[in-house]
């Protein structure tokens, strides 16, 4: 299995530093394929924990990688109806798609909805939904709220998931972002599954 650029890197749940912009890196036998097919992740993609990822919008140039990573179920954080040929390839792939609508607004006009933030959760924390993909629109502010408010409920302290949401939002971090997740209650969300790389065991 070949993977096109630095977007190719086999991530670990602890290494999460997003990859570079769409700019693959090519060596002189990337002309020469042998044959093989070249995998390209969505931009933004990262693992998250053990049968959770993370990305930006997927388009048919990442189907074959999405397809090696087997996933059961998408969670999509955009309000817009689902492009025919992703909505195809789910099909195709017996992938189910958990659509929450989350209005990208800039600041200050940002309103994250608390309620819809613990619906995806839910999702994400039913092991039956792995393998998983999150994913909004770049898979920065809509995606990186949605991770931030899990790394609560792992217990993660808060510079970290603040480091984290950084590396993937980088120039466009909002402090709103920041402020909703840090006030984000896990009082009252179930256990994380024994899957999950903090679980008590």
């Known amino acids: 299995m070949r993977v096109e650029g630095f977007q190719g890197k086999v991530y670990e749940a602890a290494e999460l530093s997003p990859p570079r912009p769409n700019s693959p890196i090519t060596t002189e036998d990337d002309n020469d394929n042998n044959g093989e097919e070249l995998f390209v992740p969505p931009l933004n993609f990262a693992m998250v924990d053990n049968g959770v990822f993370r990305s930006g919008f997927p388009d048919s140039a990442n189907f074959s990688f999405l397809q090696s990573l ?11 109806s689902y492009p025919e040929a992703n909505n195809e390839f789910l099909k195709a792939n017996g992938i189910r798609l958990f659509q ?9 006009f940002v309103n994250i909805p608390e309620e819809t933030i613990r619906e995806a959760l839910n999702v994400v924390l039913d092991v ?3 393998p998983l993909l999150i994913h909004c629109k770049r898979g920065k502010h809509r995606t990186g709220c949605v991770v931030g408010c899990l790394r609560k409920l792992q217990r993660w302290c808060l510079s970290s998931i603040f480091d984290e949401y950084q590396r993937f939002a980088a120039a466009k971090a909002r402090v709103s972002d920041q402020r909703f997740m840090e006030k984000f209650d896990v009082s009252g969300m179930k256990h994380l599954p024994i899957t999950f790389s903090c679980s008590k065991r």
């Not at 087997?70 to 817009?80: A, F, K, N």
């Not at 209005?103 to 200050?108: H, L, M, Q, S």
């Open 128 to 130: 039956k939904n792995h």
């Open 70 to 80: 087997g996933l059961r179920s998408i969670i999509y954080l955009c309000p817009e």
């Open 100 to 108: 929450f609508g989350i209005d990208g607004c800039k600041e200050p």
